[in-house]
Structure formats: C-alpha cells, structure tokens
C-alpha cells in the first residue's frame, strides 16, 4: 500500500514524492545512463511517440532517473508538471522562449543574476523580442511598464544580488490582469520557503545546481508549470494546437515537444541522480542556511568596518515585512555587504581560512565572491548598478557549517581588510 | 461497455457506465496525474474526472505531453 502525494507533508514529499517502489524495487532512484531505450514491437514506439503511452524513448527527450525530479520538484511546488534541464539558465531560456515570439516584449525586474539579464536584454534582442527592466519593489512601475506588447512578466522572489524582495503577489495580480503569464525564479529562496501555489507564479523556474542541489556537485534547472495560466487568447495564438491536444499541460507541451526538444537543454541522468538525494535534505539545510545566514548578518551590521548589509532578515531592511510575510518568517541564505572600496572587499576575501571564494550559491559551504569584478565584469557600469551591483559588494552564500566557525572566520578577515 | 480507446476498440467492466476516474483504474492507465483525457472530442477539466461517466459506445482519448514527437 502506498500513500498518496496529497497525505504528506513538504519534508515527506521531499523524500518520498516521485518515487514509485514496487516489492522488491530500489529505495533510491536508479540512474538509468542510457541514451535510448527500446520497445519489442514497432506500433509501442508508435505509440509512445504519439503520446498515447508514457514511456521514455530518447534521454534528451525523457529519462525515468530525471522524470523522477521532475515529478518529485512538480509536487514540491504544488505545480501540474516539471521540466529539468541541464541548467538553471537552460530553464530560463526555454521558460522565456516557450512564451514569447519575435515582436513581444518582456517586463523583468531589474534586480537580477547577471546571466539572466544578459539573456534577456543581449541575447533575446538579436530575435526581436525587448525587455523592458523596472524595479520589482516598486508595483505602481511594474503596473505602468505593461504594455499592448508584454506577453511575460519576469521577477526573482529574492534578487540577486541586490537582495531585494518584490511583493510577488501584487505582482501577479498586474500579471493577471495584462493575461501574461508570470514567470518567478525560486533559486534563492527555494520551495521550503514559499512554494510555487503560494507565491501565484505561472511558472516556477529554479537553478537546481543551487540549494536544491545544496553540494556544489551538479548543475541543473527545472521549470514548474503551475498549471494556473490560460494558454486560451489571442495574445498567444502559437498555443492553441497544444491548448486543443493537451488542455491544462499546454505549457508543459510546448516546452517538451518543441522548444526544449530542439534547444537540447537536456538533464543527465546522473545529475538527476545527484538533484534528487539534495531535495532529500533541503528543508534540514535551509534552516540551517538560513539561521546562519540570520546570525552573520547581524555580526557583520554591528562591525565598523562594514558600510551597509542587505538581508532580509534584519529589521532595519526595507523588505523584512515582506519577507516575514511571504516566505513565513525565514529570509534565505543570501545575503550582500559592503566594505570601503573594491580593495577592501578584495582584502577580506583574500584573508578568509574556511569560506572559498567561489561563484556559487547554495553549497553547504559558505561562498563569498566579489560581483563586480567577477560574474558582472563585462556589464557597463549603468547596468551593474540598475543590478544592485557596486565595487565594495561582497556576496555571501552562508553555508551550514558550526555558526561560531563562519562568524570567526568572517571576524579575522574583516581584521585584515 | 464497448469503447474506442485511442483509436481501438475495447471492452471494459460490465456496467452502464463508468466513472472517468473508475475507468483510468480499470485500464492500468499508467502517470495517471500526466495524462490528459479527451471524452468524445471534448478535454476533460482534470476536476470532473470523478463525476464525468463514459458509456457504451463513447471514444476516448489518452495523450501524455512527455511523448517524443513534436505535435
């Protein structure tokens, strides 16, 4: 007797959900490494490829170790069905341009990962799709931004690294009164904090290599379709075959059949492998993330070195009534300061023992990096800062490690700096 | 009942009729949270499963988005 998705709670999903063992079967998800898969008779593969049977035929289409996380991460976020990718910008891309076609704008907050930026103001440009940037903070400019040619509204549930916190409901009600859908990346603040139902996405979008992942040993993506958005108007006419075949899974048709189809942004099965043993732990690990990453912050606001800190999690933030609200009184593992100047911030991380200056987010071990010169090195500088990116900004990704072990490593550092 | 189930003709349970979600159990229908479901043409919200019956003679339709082909 199995007990159904809907009887357990996150913490039980999160180690149960996906997994179907039959009598004798395996207690983990087998990493099934092959490229295709065969069927004896010629009409099953038939039937397979015209969806009248599930079943996997090609590893870039579909894979039983990935279809696991897919059904395990869909369930976590309280979506209708997830697509893995081979990376969380591979999620993004194919999210992105699964909605829009060449003409349509995009409305993003501009407090994002600079990868994504870049896909969305660089790369989408060169095919004629524009993106408008405004601060997700402020809803009347996200309200005023739509316009007759949005068909995607784009925001990070908590930025990075400006470490910001946009009021992601209010933001859904402009989304869905403009009928676009509203696409959220989670990376940061991950499914234990607020789930994908909760926060009124659309479409869910994670780095999985981040927390999920929560080693530092895979890369990954995933897109959650929601299952809320209604495929059916005249804004998104290249729906309607997959609105007539598939209904509700529309979205999660097109992304599969067509665009992460041809782009290729497949998951390997043994980073599946890998993604789905981290989702074991990642409630256990966010609250450790995040009650270090609670005490760190206040160290580093009472040091007189420190200029400013941005983190949720202090009181003084202009987003702690948001956080407390949306993500239930948790505020993540992220968190930005700044010291005097870029060669400060370079002496600091120079003379940090135990946290490795890495560009990473969401290992169990605490990460630091200077953006400016690393990740954001080629943005122009008007760019940099619309991105909450300045020279003295040190990123921190707090690990799990003894609390008292960050503190003092951070404590002898900032003696040098 | 006799019914066309993508396309085939197939005998299932001896009843009248049969409840969307009676006959998914009836069938083995595998992923059944994957599937969709098209009753005489017409696609089933996933919510009326349980109160929508199918009867002697109705087709019906499986199709999961996973499958390899692009349509």
Same mark, same amino acid.
């Given at each position: 007797?199995?007990?159904?998705?809907?009887?357990?709670?996150?913490?039980?999903?999160?180690?149960h959900g996906g997994l179907e063992?039959?009598?004798?079967?395996?207690?983990?998800v087998?990493?099934?490494?092959?490229?295709?898969?065969?069927?004896?008779?010629?009409?099953?593969?038939?039937?397979?490829?015209?969806?009248?049977?599930?079943?996997?035929?090609?590893?870039?289409?579909?894979?039983?170790?990935?279809e696991a996380l897919e059904k395990r991460l869909a369930l976590?976020?309280?979506?209708?069905?997830?697509?893995?990718?081979?990376?969380?910008?591979?999620?993004?891309?194919?999210?992105?341009?699964?909605?829009?076609?060449?003409?349509?704008?995009?409305?993003?907050?501009?407090?994002?990962?600079?990868?994504?930026?870049?896909?969305?103001?660089?790369?989408?440009?060169?095919?004629?799709?524009?993106?408008?940037?405004?601060?997700?903070?402020?809803?009347?400019?996200?309200?005023?931004?739509?316009?007759?040619?949005?068909?995607?509204?784009?925001?990070?549930?908590?930025?990075?690294?400006?470490?910001?916190?946009?009021?992601?409901?209010?933001?859904?009600?402009?989304?869905?009164?403009?009928?676009?859908?509203?696409?959220?990346?989670?990376?940061?603040?991950?499914?234990?904090?607020?789930?994908?139902?909760?926060?009124?996405?659309?479409?869910?979008?994670?780095?999985?290599?981040?927390?999920?992942?929560?080693?530092?040993?895979?890369?990954?993506?995933?897109?959650?379709?929601?299952?809320?958005?209604?495929?059916?108007?005249?804004?998104?006419?290249?729906?309607?075959?997959?609105?007539?075949?598939?209904?509700?899974?529309?979205?999660?048709?097109?992304?599969?059949?067509?665009?992460?189809?041809?782009?290729?942004?497949?998951?390997?099965?043994?980073?599946?492998?890998?993604?789905i043993?981290?989702?074991?732990?990642?409630?256990?690990?966010?609250?450790?993330?995040?009650?270090?990453?609670?005490?760190?912050?206040?160290?580093?606001?009472?040091?007189?070195?420190?200029?400013?800190?941005?983190?949720?999690?202090?009181?003084?933030?202009?987003?702690?009534?948001?956080?407390?609200?949306?993500?239930?009184?948790?505020?993540?593992?992220?968190?930005?300061?700044?010291?005097?100047?870029?060669?400060?911030?370079?002496?600091?991380?120079?003379?940090?023992?135990?946290?490795?200056?890495?560009?990473?987010?969401?290992?169990?071990?605490?990460?630091?990096?200077?953006?400016?010169?690393?990740?954001?090195?080629?943005?122009?500088?008007?760019?940099?800062?619309?991105?909450?990116?300045?020279?003295?900004?040190?990123?921190?990704?707090?690990?799990?490690?003894?609390?008292?072990?960050?503190?003092?490593?951070?404590?002898?550092?900032?003696?040098?700096? | 009942?006799?019914?066309?189930?993508?396309?085939?003709?197939?005998?299932?349970?001896?009843?009248?009729?049969?409840?969307?979600?009676?006959?998914?159990?009836?069938?083995?229908?595998?992923?059944?949270?994957?599937? /969709?479901?098209?009753?005489? !043409? &017409?696609?089933? =919200?996933?919510?009326? %499963?349980? @109160? /929508?019956?199918?009867?002697? !003679? &109705?087709?019906? =339709?499986?199709?999961? %988005?996973? @499958?390899?082909?692009?349509?």
């Open positions: 007797m199995t007990i159904k998705a809907s009887q357990l709670r996150f913490e039980s999903l999160a180690i063992t039959g009598t004798g079967g395996p207690t983990t087998p990493i099934v490494q092959s490229t295709a898969f065969a069927y004896g008779a010629a009409s099953a593969l038939e039937d397979v490829f015209r969806g009248r049977k599930a079943g996997p035929v090609y590893t870039r289409l579909g894979n039983p170790t990935t976590l976020e309280g979506g209708r069905a997830a697509i893995a990718t081979s990376s969380g910008m591979a999620a993004i891309a194919t999210a992105v341009m699964s909605v829009v076609r060449s003409g349509d704008e995009i409305l993003a907050s501009a407090s994002l990962f600079g990868g994504t930026f870049s896909l969305l103001r660089e790369t989408l440009s060169n095919y004629g799709v524009t993106t408008r940037f405004v601060d997700p903070a402020d809803t009347a400019a996200v309200r005023s931004g739509v316009t007759g040619r949005t068909r995607l509204i784009f925001v990070e549930t908590i930025g990075n690294p400006r470490i910001d916190v946009p009021d992601v409901s209010a933001i859904a009600a402009t989304a869905k009164e403009a009928g676009v859908p509203f696409v959220v990346d989670a990376t940061i603040s991950t499914p234990c904090l607020a789930r994908g139902c909760e926060l009124g996405a659309d479409i869910i979008v994670h780095s999985t290599s981040k927390y999920i992942n929560g080693a530092g040993s895979a890369i990954g993506g995933v897109i959650v379709d929601m299952g809320r958005f209604v495929w059916r108007s005249d804004k998104f006419p290249h729906f309607a075959p997959f609105v007539k075949r598939y209904g509700e899974f529309a979205f999660a048709a097109r992304v599969r059949k067509l665009i992460h189809k041809d782009f290729g942004g497949c998951a390997a099965p043994m980073n599946s492998f890998l993604l043993g981290g989702l074991e732990t990642l409630a256990l690990r966010m609250e450790k993330h995040c009650a270090n990453a609670v005490a760190l912050a206040h160290f580093l606001d009472d040091h007189p070195k420190v200029v400013w800190v941005r983190y949720p999690g202090l009181a003084g933030s202009p987003f702690h009534e948001i956080a407390t609200r949306q993500f239930h009184g948790r505020y993540g593992g992220l968190l930005a300061f700044g010291l005097a100047n870029q060669e400060a911030a370079f002496r600091f991380i120079d003379h940090l023992r135990m946290a490795k200056n890495a560009a990473n987010i969401g290992d169990a071990k605490t990460l630091v990096i200077h953006p400016a010169s690393t990740i954001y090195c080629d943005y122009e500088t008007e760019d940099k800062v619309m991105m909450g990116v300045t020279e003295e900004l040190v990123r921190v990704s707090v690990g799990i490690e003894h609390q008292d072990d960050i503190i003092e490593d951070f404590a002898q550092a900032l003696g040098e700096a | 009942m006799n019914l066309t189930v993508n396309g085939k003709k197939t005998a299932v349970a001896d009843k009248e009729s049969l409840s969307v979600s009676e006959l998914l159990d009836e069938l083995n229908v595998e992923d059944v949270l994957y599937v /969709t479901v098209e009753l005489n !043409g &017409d696609i089933l =919200e996933r919510g009326n %499963f349980d @109160g /929508t019956l199918v009867r002697d !003679g &109705d087709e019906v =339709e499986f199709l999961y %988005f996973m @499958g390899g082909g692009r349509g």
